[in-house]
């Protein structure tokens, strides 16, 4: 059945087939104990459980010296002999089972050839494993929890999303890519991004730019900023997917390379900019390997407004969910001691519109790649 | 048939004014006082002198010479004095086993209950209101619920509208036992209600005896019968649904464990059987537990503990013959399927098993 799947799910996954990675080992030890410790527990007749660290912000510190966010010791006892948890009891052993399954063949699956994996109706009812991959894609991160095994070591990766050009040639699985030959259309990065599979080659660039969704990407790339500016321009479509924020990190760490965010000027935007910087609540435990503490936000600045003398037409008014979502956004310890984040809010909210980043189209088509972006980026004008 | 009835004589408030005349035509005793002891109950030489003083009378005044004037007097004194109750050995009520009988025999549901409340006295007339109830089972639950109403053990059939039986079922808030009522109307509901009212005097609202009339003492009675029914009603509802409950926490467990043993067997490379069978063991000792907890905490909402005791109360269980202590001169009563709902749930018949 794993062979199937893989072979209609996503053509990228097959292409890795084969591939063993030294987490294997490890993680492959680590599903058999979960298995072994509720096969014991059961034999020995006791409520067999799983523990699952709680994944919140109850449950999230901010480690103000690194920087970055970290998931704390609070988990939840998932038993099976609780009305609530025995059907996600079950679900958590059943994906727990299909994982050892592919890291055995050494085979890779998305959430969704994953859900698809560990569907079936359970025998002598009408009740269906998994009702959706809603329900599944939680399973798979309490288990990646759990274990302390990240999703990519259980051999499971996320849609992908997001796209990357610039002055940097990498060596994907084997073939190497240049990634300055990349037309209009870009790299996609793929889910799984670690050293195993991706390695950096030949690097020119000399910071790089993190734009938020593809439209503002193809504006940059038509205009070849990265070759002008020397940079590598990445995007990853709203709220970035791991593997363009593990790939930003690396590039960040390994090739020394500044990171500046160009997003939106609104909470989701300012949020985006959170979770590149100091990492996800859901993800905490993975800020270690993802977060880039030193990030910048170089815009759209709500001062911008006035600054680059932008119309009416280009406000979109703050709905009651941006404000409450900005004023809890605000209240975020990495954000509550930033003066300049908290005016930035400020006038955010003050204002009472929001922006996007193609709002900068009105001053002219290359206004943001010819004079905003280089602007900004020579006067040093941006958000810590 | 019940036993037969005491004769009374009317009480003097239940009289009219041509009833008195009418009396006092035919009556043999020759003076007031005598004519009173011996025609009323519950008067007694002082109260009949009480009464006829407050006419202008005495009690030795002949009866022969009271005329008009004088009965309509007489009559406003009787509606005055202060006399005791009318006894109650005149009426008979039908018992809450007959009419539990009579519904098993005509009604296929799967909840039976009946109450007879004590005699009681509206105008000076002794009357006893008794009412039953038939739930679930093959009744529609989508259709208003019918209402049966007997006078004196004869059903009325006409005019249910201005029958105070059947505005005793509306007032009746049956909300209040967990069952749908639309406002100001019968509730929406598989169930059967049943009213009788057995009466010296059952007061008609005209001569063709269709309807039963308003009387706060009537109406009072037969709410009370109502709702003795529906709170028995509301009792088994809860712990039926307690039980599905139950029910469904157990097979829940039943439903993972095969999934969950299988996993582990699949995680370990070991044999499953031996986990699954641990686990089932565990289930089972779980799911007991339940029933334990269930039968302690029944005193908050009822198990089956009271109700099975309640001689007002019988419930149809499925593939069980009904009424298993037969009604008297009856024999066995007939066995009666029912019980859709709990056939469907297959804890709630393993649940009994185990208590039977």
Same mark, same amino acid.
């Given at each position: 059945?794993?062979?199937?799947?893989?072979?209609?799910?996503?053509?990228?996954?097959?292409?890795?087939?084969?591939?063993?990675?030294? @987490? &294997?080992?490890?993680?492959?030890?680590?599903? !058999?104990? /979960? #298995?072994?410790?509720?096969?014991?527990?059961? *034999?020995?007749? =006791?409520?067999?459980?799983?523990?699952?660290?709680?994944?919140?912000?109850?449950?999230?510190?901010?480690?103000?010296?690194?920087?970055?966010?970290?998931?704390?010791?609070?988990?939840?006892?998932?038993?099976?002999?609780?009305?609530?948890?025995?059907?996600?009891?079950?679900?958590?052993?059943?994906?727990?089972?299909?994982?050892?399954?592919?890291?055995?063949?050494?085979?890779?699956?998305?959430?969704?050839?994953?859900?698809?994996?560990?569907?079936?109706?359970?025998?002598?009812?009408?009740?269906?494993?998994?009702?959706?991959?809603?329900? @599944? &894609?939680?399973?798979?991160?309490?288990?990646? !929890?759990? /274990? #302390?095994?990240?999703?990519?070591?259980?051999? *499971?990766?996320? =849609?992908?999303?997001?796209?990357?050009?610039?002055?940097?040639?990498?060596?994907?699985?084997?073939?190497?890519?240049?990634?300055?030959?990349?037309?209009?259309?870009?790299?996609?990065?793929?889910?799984?991004?670690?050293?195993?599979?991706?390695?950096?080659?030949?690097?020119?660039?000399?910071?790089?730019?993190?734009?938020?969704?593809?439209?503002?990407?193809?504006?940059?790339?038509?205009?070849?900023?990265?070759?002008?500016?020397?940079?590598?321009?990445?995007?990853?479509?709203?709220?970035?997917?791991?593997?363009?924020?593990?790939?930003?990190?690396?590039?960040?760490?390994?090739?020394?390379?500044?990171?500046?965010?160009?997003?939106?000027?609104?909470?989701?935007?300012?949020?985006?900019?959170?979770?590149?910087?100091?990492?996800?609540?859901?993800?905490?435990?993975?800020?270690?390997?993802?977060?880039?503490?030193?990030?910048?936000?170089?815009?759209?600045?709500?001062?911008?407004?006035?600054?680059?003398?932008?119309?009416?037409?280009?406000?979109?008014?703050?709905?009651?969910?941006?404000?409450?979502?900005?004023?809890?956004?605000?209240?975020?310890?990495?954000?509550?001691?930033?003066?300049?984040?908290?005016?930035?809010?400020?006038?955010?909210?003050?204002?009472?519109?929001?922006?996007?980043?193609?709002?900068?189209?009105?001053?002219?088509?290359?206004?943001?790649?010819?004079?905003?972006?280089?602007?900004?980026?020579?006067?040093?004008?941006?958000?810590? | 048939?019940?036993?037969?009835?005491?004769?009374?004589?009317?009480?003097?408030?239940?009289?009219?004014?041509?009833?008195?005349?009418?009396?006092?035509?035919?009556?043999?005793?020759?003076?007031?006082?005598?004519?009173?002891?011996?025609?009323?109950?519950?008067?007694?030489?002082?109260?009949?002198?009480?009464?006829?003083?407050?006419?202008?009378?005495?009690?030795?005044?002949?009866?022969?010479?009271?005329?008009?004037?004088?009965?309509?007097?007489?009559?406003?004194?009787?509606?005055?004095?202060?006399?005791?109750?009318?006894?109650?050995?005149?009426?008979?009520?039908?018992?809450?086993?007959?009419?539990?009988?009579?519904?098993?025999?005509?009604?296929?549901?799967?909840?039976?209950?009946?109450?007879?409340?004590?005699?009681?006295?509206?105008?000076?007339?002794?009357?006893?209101?008794?009412?039953?109830?038939?739930?679930?089972?093959?009744?529609?639950?989508?259709?208003?619920?019918?209402?049966?109403?007997?006078?004196?053990?004869?059903?009325?059939?006409?005019?249910?509208?201005?029958?105070?039986?059947?505005?005793?079922?509306?007032?009746?808030?049956?909300?209040?036992?967990?069952?749908?009522?639309?406002?100001?109307?019968?509730?929406?509901?598989?169930?059967?209600?049943?009213?009788?009212?057995?009466?010296?005097?059952?007061?008609?609202?005209?001569?063709?005896?269709?309807?039963?009339?308003?009387?706060?003492?009537?109406?009072?009675?037969?709410?009370?019968?109502?709702?003795?029914?529906?709170?028995?009603?509301?009792?088994?509802?809860?712990?039926?649904?307690?039980?599905?409950?139950?029910?469904?926490?157990?097979?829940?467990?039943?439903?993972?464990?095969?999934?969950?043993?299988?996993?582990?067997?699949?995680?370990?490379?070991?044999?499953?059987?031996?986990?699954?069978?641990?686990?089932?063991?565990?289930?089972?000792?779980?799911?007991?537990?339940?029933?334990?907890?269930?039968?302690?905490?029944?005193?908050?909402?009822?198990?089956?503990?009271?109700?099975?005791?309640?001689?007002?109360?019988?419930?149809?269980?499925?593939?069980?013959?009904?009424?298993?202590?037969?009604?008297?001169?009856?024999?066995?009563?007939?066995?009666?399927?029912?019980?859709?709902?709990?056939?469907?749930?297959?804890?709630?018949?393993?649940?009994?098993?185990?208590?039977?």
């Amino acid at each position: 059945m794993a062979k199937k799947n893989a072979a209609n799910g996503a053509a990228a996954a097959t292409g890795r087939v084969g591939a063993k990675r030294p @987490s &294997d080992e490890r993680t492959l030890g680590r599903l !058999v104990d /979960l #298995g072994t410790k509720v096969s014991t527990e059961s *034999v020995a007749g =006791s409520d067999p459980f799983v523990d699952i660290p709680t994944r919140a912000l109850s449950n999230t510190n901010w480690n103000a010296k690194r920087r970055i966010l970290e998931m704390g010791d609070a988990s939840q006892r998932r038993n099976l002999f609780n009305l609530g948890q025995a059907r996600k009891f079950m679900q958590t052993l059943l994906i727990a089972s299909g994982c050892k399954e592919l890291i055995e063949q050494g085979k890779t699956l998305s959430l969704r050839s994953m859900y698809y994996k560990s569907l079936h109706t359970i025998a002598g009812t009408k009740e269906k494993t998994f009702a959706d991959q809603e329900e @599944s &894609d939680p399973i798979i991160e309490d288990l990646e !929890v759990a /274990l #302390g095994s990240l999703r990519e070591e259980l051999h *499971v990766f996320a =849609s992908e999303r997001g796209k990357v050009v610039g002055n940097l040639t990498i060596i994907d699985n084997g073939d190497e890519i240049d990634l300055r030959r990349m037309g209009t259309g870009g790299y996609a990065i793929p889910s799984i991004v670690e050293p195993s599979v991706i390695k950096f080659g030949k690097c020119e660039a000399k910071f790089i730019l993190h734009v938020e969704k593809g439209t503002v990407w193809a504006r940059f790339n038509e205009d070849r900023f990265w070759q002008k500016h020397g940079c590598i321009l990445t995007e990853g479509g709203g709220q970035p997917p791991r593997g363009v924020r593990r790939l930003l990190r690396r590039m960040h760490d390994e090739l020394g390379l500044p990171v500046y965010c160009l997003l939106d000027c609104d909470p989701w935007g300012h949020y985006i900019y959170s979770v590149i910087k100091q990492g996800s609540m859901n993800l905490a435990f993975e800020s270690e390997r993802m977060a880039i503490p030193d990030a910048k936000f170089i815009g759209i600045r709500a001062s911008d407004y006035e600054r680059y003398g932008l119309t009416d037409d280009v406000q979109i008014a703050l709905s009651d969910r941006d404000t409450g979502r900005a004023k809890q956004i605000a209240e975020y310890p990495w954000f509550a001691g930033k003066k300049e984040w908290q005016r930035e809010i400020q006038t955010l909210l003050r204002n009472g519109f929001k922006m996007e980043v193609e709002s900068l189209i009105t001053k002219g088509i290359s206004f943001v790649t010819e004079t905003y972006v280089p602007q900004k980026l020579a006067q040093k004008d941006w958000l810590d | 048939m019940p036993p037969e009835t005491e004769e009374i004589k009317p009480h003097p408030k239940g009289i009219e004014l041509g009833i008195l005349i009418q009396m006092l035509e035919r009556t043999s005793a020759t003076q007031l006082g005598a004519f009173f002891k011996q025609e009323f109950c519950r008067i007694g030489p002082s109260v009949a002198k009480e009464i006829c003083a407050s006419a202008g009378l005495s009690d030795r005044t002949w009866v022969k010479q009271v005329g008009h004037a004088d009965a309509e007097r007489l009559y406003q004194a009787l509606e005055q004095v202060k006399v005791s109750a009318p006894p109650t050995n005149c009426v008979q009520a039908i018992g809450t086993k007959t009419l539990l009988a009579g519904l098993l025999k005509e009604v296929k549901a799967e909840f039976y209950a009946a109450s007879t409340r004590p005699p009681s006295v509206y105008r000076g007339r002794p009357f006893i209101i008794e009412a039953a109830i038939a739930f679930g089972g093959a009744l529609d639950s989508e259709e208003p619920s019918r209402v049966i109403r007997f006078a004196n053990r004869v059903p009325l059939q006409y005019q249910q509208a201005a029958c105070s039986s059947f505005k005793a079922v509306l007032e009746t808030n049956w909300r209040n036992y967990g069952l749908a009522q639309p406002r100001g109307s019968v509730p929406v509901a598989p169930l059967v209600v049943m009213l009788h009212m057995a009466s010296v005097w059952v007061p008609f609202t005209s001569e063709s005896k269709e309807a039963i009339a308003d009387y706060d003492e009537i109406r009072k009675e037969m709410r009370l019968a109502l709702q003795e029914c529906g709170r028995r009603l509301q009792t088994y509802l809860n712990r039926r649904r307690r039980m599905a409950r139950q029910g469904e926490r157990r097979s829940a467990f039943l439903r993972y464990i095969g999934e969950i043993s299988k996993s582990c067997g699949e995680l370990t490379g070991r044999d499953a059987k031996a986990v699954y069978d641990a686990l089932m063991k565990q289930a089972e000792a779980k799911t007991a537990e339940f029933d334990l907890v269930l039968d302690d905490e029944g005193r908050v909402v009822d198990d089956g503990g009271s109700l099975a005791k309640d001689e007002g109360v019988v419930i149809v269980e499925s593939r069980q013959t009904a009424l298993t202590s037969p009604v008297e001169g009856e024999g066995a009563a007939p066995p009666v399927e029912g019980g859709t709902l709990f056939a469907d749930s297959p804890a709630a018949s393993t649940k009994r098993a185990k208590r039977s």
